[in-house]
């Protein structure tokens, strides 16, 4: 068994654990809810179950706790998050997605929210002030230093998808003419290290970034040794306002695991780490899946009938459209049909066809540009080659189904329009799976945003009328 399945598999007994408890807890609570006088056993017993559940929760990571929220409906959920002690609250809304944290910080009392908020780093409280309430983040500005409110000021200043919005102000410095045991003797000072410090940044008086040393350097080396006679001096770096998509590829090239973050003039910022970039990539893919089935935000699997209505109704309303004109396309040939049956059982075939192989070029091409790989001026290759790949399936897919069509109907012809009609529609896919992402990325636009739902509008309609269109031309 992979370690992933062994997590997984651990998550879900954490989560059917929890639920009995829960489910044992219920009656209780509604007995005592209508009961003025509960019974003395039966609140002895509620409580029990309570701490039991409570003692469960402050055993599991944070990471966990937030799978466990988002996988209960929202009664249940709000029995746990109560359980959840507050000193966690902050770390635990983190972790939670976007929509669930929206019903935590709900029932949370302001005190309660500034609480949560106090017990997070800098960089952390900058990914959470955009969904607390504003006089909640006004006491909170208040109860920081004059350099943590700096930071996230600055944290906050850069957009999401950039270096800035992901970078850590938590790191360790030194300078260059110090030796290596007075780093040491430095380092012990910490009650632990800044999480994810694999190396230490090497820095002027200035705190412009001259290296850095690797915590393996500084063990293996004399501690006499001057910093600046073993440091590194050829270093990956960031600025605040490069892509964070960019980083991501750096980081995966590079096998980073931190990375300076300086300004203009080189000045140390804060760094960049691995979690910060993993998180980034994560999110960013969920993003992608979303906007790819119309979907325009994350959505809680338990949100109200009509908050998911307004989620999920804009592309909703495009695919109806787009099914509108594909029914007058069908339309249009009604007479064809009614003299040719076989026509009504064969198109399909054709728009399906075509739109699978059109979702299978533009999810290879909206993966590309996320990578950085396509630029703008990259279309006509691209094209070339997509067409070169269609044509081929077409020749080989819509002959095979061309010589089952002449079999099935007893019409050579028949056979030869279905082969045409497939070669034309992958072709027609194959342009609408570069262009579209391509188009959408020229015009600053996400290249994935509904993507699937674009593509096979276009396939049904175009491979409904190819098909048809050819039908009548040459059969009837």
């Not at 960049?272 to 990539?281: E, K, N, Q, W």
């Amino acid at each position: 068994m992979s370690e992933n399945q062994h997590d997984s598999d651990g998550l879900q007994d954490h989560l059917f654990e929890v639920e009995t408890l829960l489910a044992w807890l219920k009656p209780i609570r509604d007995e005592g809810e209508t009961s003025p006088e509960p019974d003395p056993a039966e609140q002895a017993n509620h409580d029990a179950l309570q701490r039991r559940l409570r003692e469960k929760l402050e055993g599991m990571h944070p990471a966990d706790v937030a799978y466990l929220l988002e996988a209960l409906p929202p009664e249940d959920r709000l029995v746990v998050w109560d359980l959840v002690g507050a000193e966690r609250d902050g770390e635990i809304l983190l972790e939670v997605s976007d929509a669930v944290r929206e019903t935590l910080i709900e029932s949370m009392a302001r005190h309660e929210l500034v609480a949560a908020a106090e017990t997070l780093d800098t960089d952390e409280l900058a990914d959470l002030v955009p969904d607390l309430p504003q006089e909640v983040v006004e006491d909170v500005f208040q109860a920081l230093s004059i350099e943590e409110r700096e930071q996230l000021r600055a944290a906050m200043s850069y957009p999401e998808d950039t270096v800035g919005a992901l970078m850590d102000f938590d790191m360790v410095t030194v300078r260059e003419e110090v030796t290596l045991e007075v780093v040491l003797r430095y380092l012990r000072r910490f009650d632990e290290l800044p999480e994810h410090t694999d190396k230490i940044f090497v820095v002027d008086r200035e705190a412009r970034l001259l290296g850095i040393l690797t915590l393996e350097d500084l063990l293996i080396n004399a501690p006499d040794a001057a910093v600046e006679t073993v440091m590194k001096r050829d270093v990956t770096r960031f600025h605040p306002q490069d892509k964070a998509e960019e980083a991501a590829q750096a980081f995966e090239r590079y096998d980073l695991v931190s990375a300076p973050v300086v300004d203009h003039e080189g000045r140390v910022e804060g760094r960049l780490t691995l979690v910060a970039v993993v998180d980034f990539i994560r999110e960013e893919s969920e993003a992608e899946q979303l906007a790819h089935a119309g979907l325009r935000e994350e959505e809680d699997i338990f949100a109200s009938v009509w908050d998911s209505v307004k989620n999920r109704w804009a592309w909703l309303a495009v695919n109806l459209v787009t099914a509108i004109i594909a029914s007058r396309v069908i339309g249009l040939f009604e007479g064809a049909i009614e003299k040719l049956v076989a026509l009504a059982a064969l198109m399909p075939i054709v728009a399906g066809i075509g739109g699978n192989s059109g979702n299978q070029t533009i999810t290879m091409i909206v993966r590309a540009i996320a990578m950085g790989q396509v630029k703008p001026d990259a279309t006509k290759r691209l094209l070339k080659k997509e067409l070169g790949v269609a044509l081929i399936n077409g020749l080989i897919w819509g002959g095979l189904l061309g010589v089952l069509a002449a079999c099935l109907y007893g019409s050579v012809s028949l056979g030869l329009v279905m082969t045409s009609a497939m070669i034309l529609n992958l072709l027609l896919a194959a342009s609408a799976g570069v262009g579209i992402p391509m188009l959408r990325q020229r015009m600053g636009v996400d290249p994935a945003l509904g993507g699937s739902v674009l593509i096979t509008a276009l396939t049904d309609s175009g491979g409904f009328f190819i098909f048809l269109g050819l039908a009548t031309l040459f059969l009837l």
